[in-house]
């Protein structure tokens, strides 16, 4: 692995630790043509994460949406108020990853054994 892949790496890490990024990739994967208007994406990413929309949606278009959209992982346009997603391959393995660790088996604990 080359020094620009290592980085590349580091970066969807980074990008991919905090759970409101990742609901933002999430929602946007799955949405008609990769994008949505952002009171859409507010509210469907406030849903995933449990989160109060209206706290919510000053953190996302300040903080996250332009963390994603720096890193070329969303388009944030602030003027047509819309954001899109177009597959990433490196961030979609890493979801991918977290989606399968959340789902399986092992994640639920390690079983009690039976009294006997």
Request: with cysteine; net charge negative.
């Amino acid at each position: 692995m080359t020094a620009d892949d290592e980085d590349e790496l580091d970066t969807a890490f980074e990008l991919l630790a905090d759970r409101r990024r990742r609901a933002v990739v999430t929602v946007l994967r799955t949405a008609p043509r990769g994008a949505l208007e952002l009171p859409a994406l507010v509210d469907a990413v406030a849903t995933e994460c449990e989160a109060d929309p209206d706290a919510f949606a000053s953190t996302l278009h300040h903080n996250h949406l332009p963390k994603l959209d720096d890193a070329g992982v969303v388009e944030f346009d602030r003027e047509e108020g819309v954001v899109s997603y177009d597959s990433h391959p490196l961030v979609e393995r890493c979801l991918d990853v977290a989606q399968s660790y959340r789902s399986d088996q092992w994640m639920r604990g390690p079983s009690k054994p039976e009294s006997e």
